[in-house]
């Protein structure tokens, strides 16, 4: 045993062994600089090496303690120091990573809690003293292990020999204490099998998480054939033998507890980067996963535990997991693979989970086939089931209105025989009806994505082209961007083929589907005690609209929702109410999603389906689905479809494709927008009331207001609320998720046109791509395009995109038809279609008054692109000149609190249009740099010259060359005297840097502001986010306030003064303590 006062002693010196790991961690990692620049270090030799390396390996030894906390101070400092290019090329940390491994690996096994309770626990008194409680050491562990992954990674890239050795050594030795699930602890009573807490489970846990960082760092050189110098040939020759018997120890064990098949599997997952070396035991290795599919409880029972509920699907994810990262190793296997599939298949004990992950996997095999052909075939033979029971008569009929979805779904039936809906056969029959369609329709989707996604991982990028040339063709004609055939898209996608004989099928589900939501049979199921809940939102989204901590446990657990919106029942249960909201989500989504992977794919513009273009708009597009439609809904359309089709429409046709789109759902949005808004704003006919929650308690009143007020007024009150209909759930969590929903469908708005406009996402990379390509030219400097971020290390010999992933050819391809497309929406969505532009621009406006700071912000980049994009263009000026200009002074002038922290973007709005409307001056992109003056016309002293960018918004745009009044308009409204207009003016023309001409615009707008304050009273309330900011809060009185930091009180004494003082009576250094001057 141990000894008890032993521990006694470690619990005593805890707080110092702590602190001074804490301390030497700290001492490291705030001198790292020091350590890389010195010559001895880099060296690996002289006293400050042997200095750094006595000092490391105290700090390892003291991680040999039993307390995890000291492995906890210093994580980060060894994370450091594995990051760093310079120490790693040195041998000083080569001596000390076997301890620290063995020491992390030791710590990442959970502790079981109960044992400490109940003083089982050999450090049982150490532990406590270490952590307050479970709930403390549970964010301790999820923190280390967070972190410990990059440790475990860094490792194996580093010292490949001595993190094989290690991890072969910690498996072998699991496996030959626990393999057989000795002790058999923590037993479960009903069959006596190992539980989750389980020591053999909890072991096998722990080491999970290692070999998986290992094995994924471990370079390609040490496993590889390649030939290399003596030094990694040596090394491989050592690791190729150990990693060996760890793959075949792991594939050989054959555990009977549910728990321990069940971390074989995520062992089993993690050999996946080393079978992409040596597959000798992949079959083998793939073969356990398919079979643990079909496992069941010993004994069986009726309705699988959750045990093997969830073994099962670990099982399907590891196997995807594996296909994603060789599938071209598994190819030679796929007619085996694919009738083992088959029989599984038609065993009939799968759940469509199960199912699903099967279908993926075999997709995934089966893009690593050579042969296009093959490959579509092989994906047509495998989702074949499912295209038949989507064209399968029942299916077609269930879909084909409304009625007869909401029979399908038992929901017709419960207004005349309410009991159906908790008959357990019904309920039953219903579920399997539904898992049926919706399976079908999410395998579909799951296949189409790895089709996809593989697609794209080809040489050639996904892109329609069999070879692509070394260089890009800068005329910009490129015969891809336009219409392209399905013959010729299959031969980078097999799924493409399929799309002729679903599509139809899909535009009837999302079609009927968004039918019950159109205001009469929304009105028709809410006054129904049950059927309402068919239109109600799910425990799931509610969960979501609270705040949640980490004392919550999801939606079942304690303080949850489950149960809330069907008061005292959930899913469940075997009641269709609580379920029917998450099948219309799922549906839903599922066809939106559907929808976007189609404009992915490229197949809505090919000719093949221009027949079914007409059909695919009335149902995309339909006046009725947009109105209908609820906030969360309409939020998930504009994400899953709107945003990926502008994105993935090739720019030649964008008059043809988007126009008939676009239109209807930007006009809908500014008309949406404006009444979810106006009664928080006070701008409209309904109160603040009108923005709590449809509940169970007033639903009948909503519904027979539909009669009596018409739909358009319905429709006003609809969209205050956000469409919601909460059913039973409490007050305060329905005004949240009211509040969520109105927020997020902003938010939505302005992230996608962001999105669109490239001002985030991948086109935003590919402007960063071409900075840093001009900046390259210019400074005639490739090492530019070598370089990624400050906190991404580069190898110095690939090419690099701005956010430090690898640039390849393809991505040279794809970026230059990005660049157009760029170039064309833009100019499409402003200045091609009226309805498009004036909804866009007009939303936008509002957009920047609605109490948001995430939009406001987000809007005014995007207001930036609108001004370089049309400003010189007359029928935008009054637009621009006075609606935009209005609402930008206006949320400075009026100080309210939600503006706090964006008001020096809005100012730079301002400054934005009063250059280019009335100083003649253009800004770099984005609102930057100084106003670029541009000369008179000489033809006409009254008119500015234009810019020689006015086409070309990324080049900054260009300037109304007559002058605009509306702006001095503005100004003249807040209380300016037209001298005081003309000084403003005479100021901004002299003063033209950003910093400069926007303290002027906020000087003046500080006297509005005062003015403005004074005849309103002097302040409009204590509370809200509409109140006017105080003094200490508003920047227009930023210099007005006095400084917060008091002057110090006494001298200060700098490190260089002491060392002055210390000069010539400082003690020899033999005195001091030894590690006193490593940095020196």
């Given at each position: 045993g141990i000894d008890p006062n032993c521990i006694e002693m470690l619990v005593e010196q805890l707080d110092y062994h702590r602190s001074l790991s804490k301390m030497g961690s700290m001492l490291v990692t705030c001198h790292l600089a020091h350590i890389t620049a010195d010559k001895d270090v880099s060296s690996g030799k002289g006293p400050k090496f042997e200095a750094v390396s006595r000092y490391l390996r105290l700090l390892s030894e003291m991680m040999s303690h039993q307390s995890g906390v000291m492995c906890g101070e210093q994580i980060n400092m060894w994370v450091g120091l594995l990051r760093d290019p310079a120490i790693v090329r040195t041998n000083v940390l080569s001596p000390h990573l076997s301890r620290v491994l063995n020491a992390y690996m030791t710590h990442v096994v959970k502790i079981r809690w109960d044992d400490v309770w109940d003083q089982n626990h050999p450090y049982s008194s150490l532990i406590e003293a270490s952590w307050d409680d479970d709930d403390e050491y549970h964010e301790w562990l999820g923190n280390l292990r967070s972190k410990a992954s990059q440790l475990f990674r860094a490792i194996g890239s580093t010292e490949p020999e001595i993190?094989?050795?290690?991890?072969?050594?910690?498996?072998?030795?699991?496996?030959?204490?626990?393999?057989?699930?000795?002790?058999?602890?923590?037993?479960?009573?009903?069959?006596?099998?190992?539980?989750?807490?389980?020591?053999?489970?909890?072991e096998f846990e722990g080491v999970t998480q290692p070999l998986d960082n290992i094995l994924h760092g471990i370079p390609s050189w040490a496993l590889d054939n390649g030939s290399y110098d003596e030094k990694r040939t040596r090394i491989r020759n050592t690791i190729r033998p150990l990693l060996s018997e760890l793959a075949n120890l792991i594939v050989a064990w054959n555990p009977n507890d549910i728990w321990l098949k069940f971390r074989r599997t995520t062992l089993?997952?993690?050999?996946?980067?080393?079978?992409?070396?040596?597959?000798?035991?992949?079959?083998?290795?793939?073969?356990?996963?398919?079979?643990?599919?079909?496992?069941?409880?010993?004994?069986?029972?009726?309705?699988?535990?959750?045990?093997?509920?969830?073994?099962?699907?670990?099982?399907?994810?590891?196997?995807?997991?594996?296909?994603?990262?060789?599938?071209?190793?598994?190819?030679?296997?796929?007619?085996?693979?694919?009738?083992?599939?088959?029989?599984?298949?038609?065993?009939?004990?799968?759940?469509?989970?199960?199912?699903?992950?099967?279908?993926?996997?075999?997709?995934?095999?089966?893009?690593?086939?050579?042969?296009?052909?093959?490959?579509?075939?092989?994906?047509?033979?495998?989702?074949?089931?499912?295209?038949?029971?989507?064209?399968?008569?029942?299916?077609?009929?269930?879909?084909?209105?409304?009625?007869?979805?909401?029979?399908?779904?038992?929901?017709?039936q419960a207004a005349s025989n309410p009991a159906s809906v908790t008959d357990p056969t019904f309920v039953k029959k219903v579920t399997k009806d539904f898992e049926m369609l919706f399976s079908s329709l999410n395998q579909l989707l799951s296949v189409g994505k790895r089709c996809h996604e593989a697609a794209k991982k080809r040489p050639n990028g996904g892109l329609p082209l069999q070879n692509l040339s070394a260089t890009v063709d800068d005329t910009c004609n490129f015969p891809d961007?336009?219409?392209?055939?399905?013959?010729?898209?299959?031969i980078n996608d097999p799924f493409v083929p399929l799309w002729p004989k679903i599509l139809p099928t899909v535009l009837k589900v999302m079609d009927v589907t968004l039918r019950v939501w159109h205001p009469e049979c929304q009105a028709s199921l809410l006054q129904n005690n049950i059927q309402r809940y068919a239109v109600a939102i799910s425990d799931d989204e509610a969960f979501l609209a609270t705040?949640?901590?980490?004392?919550?446990?999801?939606?079942?657990?304690?303080?949850?929702?489950?149960?809330?919106?069907?008061s005292g029942t959930d899913r469940r249960d075997l009641n269709l109410a609580p379920r029917w909201s998450g099948w219309f989500n799922e549906s839903r989504n599922t066809c939106f999603q559907l929808l976007g992977l189609i404009c992915m794919q490229r197949v809505i513009f090919a000719p093949e389906l221009s027949h079914l273009y007409p059909q695919f708009v009335a149902v995309v597009a339909n006046q009725e689905h947009l109105r209908s439609m609820e906030h969360r809904q309409f939020n998930q359309y504009l994400k899953q479809?709107?945003?990926?089709?502008?994105?993935?429409?090739?720019?030649?046709?964008?008059?043809?494709?988007?126009?008939?789109?676009?239109?209807?759902?930007?006009?809908?949005?500014?008309?949406?927008?404006?009444?979810?808004?106006?009664?928080?704003?006070?701008?409209?006919?309904?109160?603040?009331?009108?923005?709590?929650?449809?509940?169970?308690?007033?639903?009948?009143?909503?519904?027979?207001?539909?009669?009596?007020?018409?739909?358009?007024q319905w429709l006003i009150a609809y969209y205050a609320r956000g469409g919601l209909f909460v059913g039973d759930l409490d007050n305060v969590t329905g005004e949240a998720a009211v509040e969520k929903a109105r927020v997020e469908l902003t938010r939505t708005y302005a992230d996608m046109l962001q999105s669109t406009l490239a001002l985030k996402g991948a086109w935003a990379l590919v402007l960063a791509n071409k900075a840093r390509e001009d900046l390259a030219l210019k400074r005639n400097d490739p090492s530019k395009l070598m370089s990624g971020p400050i906190n991404k290390l580069a190898n110095g010999k690939d090419y690099l995109n701005a956010d430090g992933s690898k640039r390849t050819l393809a991505q040279l391809h794809i970026d230059a038809r990005r660049?157009?497309?760029?170039?064309?929406?833009?100019?499409?969505?402003?200045?091609?279609?009226?309805?498009?532009?004036?909804?866009?621009?007009?939303?936008?406006?509002?957009?920047?008054?609605?109490?948001?700071?995430?939009?406001?912000?987000?809007?005014?980049?995007?207001?930036?692109?609108?001004?370089?994009?049309?400003?010189?263009?007359?029928?935008?000026?009054?637009?621009?000149?006075?609606?935009?200009?209005?609402?930008?002074?206006?949320?400075?002038?009026?100080?309210?609190?939600?503006?706090?922290?964006?008001?020096?973007?809005?100012?730079?709005?301002?400054?934005?249009?009063?250059?280019?409307?009335?100083?003649?001056?253009?800004?770099?992109?984005?609102?930057?740099?100084?106003?670029?003056?541009?000369?008179?016309?000489?033809?006409?002293?009254?008119?500015?010259?234009?810019?020689?960018?006015?086409?070309?918004?990324?080049?900054?745009?260009?300037?109304?060359?007559?002058?605009?009044?509306?702006?001095?308009?503005?100004?003249?409204?807040?209380?300016?005297?037209?001298?005081?207009?003309?000084?403003?003016?005479?100021?901004?023309?002299?003063?033209?840097?950003?910093?400069?001409?926007?303290?002027?615009?906020?000087?003046?707008?500080?006297?509005?502001?005062?003015?403005?304050?004074?005849?309103?009273?002097l302040n409009r309330g204590d509370n809200g986010v509409l109140d006017r900011a105080g003094a200490e809060e508003s920047l227009l009185h930023g210099k007005l306030r006095q400084p917060t930091v008091s002057a110090l009180p006494e001298k200060l004494v700098t490190y260089s003064m002491m060392k002055k003082k210390e000069g010539s009576n400082s003690p020899d250094p033999a005195d001091g303590p030894w590690h006193g001057n490593i940095f020196d």
């Open positions: 993190a094989s050795t290690a991890i072969h050594l910690k498996v072998r030795t699991l496996l030959n204490a626990h393999s057989n699930g000795e002790p058999r602890d923590q037993l479960n009573p009903e069959n006596n099998e190992l539980t989750i807490h389980s020591t053999p489970c909890q089993l997952e993690a050999l996946k980067h080393y079978w992409k070396y040596d597959p000798a035991t992949l079959p083998t290795g793939v073969d356990s996963l398919l079979m643990y599919l079909s496992v069941t409880d010993n004994p069986p029972k009726d309705r699988l535990s959750e045990d093997v509920v969830g073994l099962r699907k670990k099982s399907g994810v590891s196997l995807v997991a594996v296909a994603k990262k060789v599938p071209d190793l598994l190819v030679p296997w796929l007619s085996q693979l694919s009738e083992r599939a088959k029989s599984l298949l038609s065993s009939g004990g799968m759940s469509p989970v199960n199912e699903m992950h099967l279908y993926e996997f075999l997709s995934c095999v089966a893009t690593a086939v050579e042969n296009p052909v093959d490959r579509s075939n092989f994906i047509a033979d495998v989702l074949g089931s499912s295209i038949r029971i989507l064209e399968s008569p029942e299916i077609q009929n269930s879909i084909a209105s409304v009625e007869g979805l909401l029979s399908f779904l038992g929901i017709a961007e336009g219409p392209v055939g399905i013959n010729e898209l299959v705040k949640q901590d980490g004392s919550v446990k999801g939606v079942f657990g304690e303080g949850g929702t489950a149960g809330s919106i069907v479809f709107i945003e990926i089709m502008m994105l993935s429409c090739p720019a030649p046709l964008y008059q043809s494709h988007l126009t008939a789109i676009l239109g209807p759902v930007f006009e809908h949005l500014q008309y949406r927008l404006q009444y979810s808004w106006s009664p928080v704003l006070g701008t409209g006919t309904l109160g603040i009331e009108s923005t709590r929650p449809m509940g169970s308690d007033n639903c009948m009143a909503a519904a027979n207001q539909l009669a009596s007020v018409g739909v358009d660049l157009v497309r760029i170039d064309k929406l833009c100019h499409f969505l402003l200045l091609e279609n009226e309805q498009i532009a004036g909804s866009l621009v007009v939303t936008i406006i509002q957009c920047l008054e609605y109490p948001d700071a995430y939009t406001c912000r987000r809007c005014t980049r995007i207001v930036h692109r609108i001004l370089e994009s049309v400003a010189w263009l007359d029928k935008y000026t009054e637009l621009l000149g006075y609606r935009l200009l209005s609402a930008a002074v206006k949320a400075i002038v009026t100080e309210p609190k939600w503006m706090v922290g964006t008001e020096w973007d809005m100012i730079n709005v301002i400054r934005d249009v009063y250059d280019r409307l009335v100083l003649g001056q253009y800004l770099l992109p984005g609102g930057q740099g100084p106003g670029l003056q541009m000369s008179r016309d000489p033809a006409n002293s009254m008119m500015f010259e234009q810019t020689k960018v006015a086409d070309k918004p990324l080049m900054g745009g260009g300037i109304l060359t007559a002058t605009s009044d509306f702006p001095r308009r503005i100004l003249m409204e807040i209380g300016m005297s037209q001298e005081e207009v003309v000084a403003t003016e005479k100021s901004l023309s002299e003063k033209r840097s950003a910093k400069e001409q926007k303290d002027v615009f906020r000087d003046l707008l500080r006297v509005a502001a005062d003015k403005t304050k004074q005849a309103e009273g």
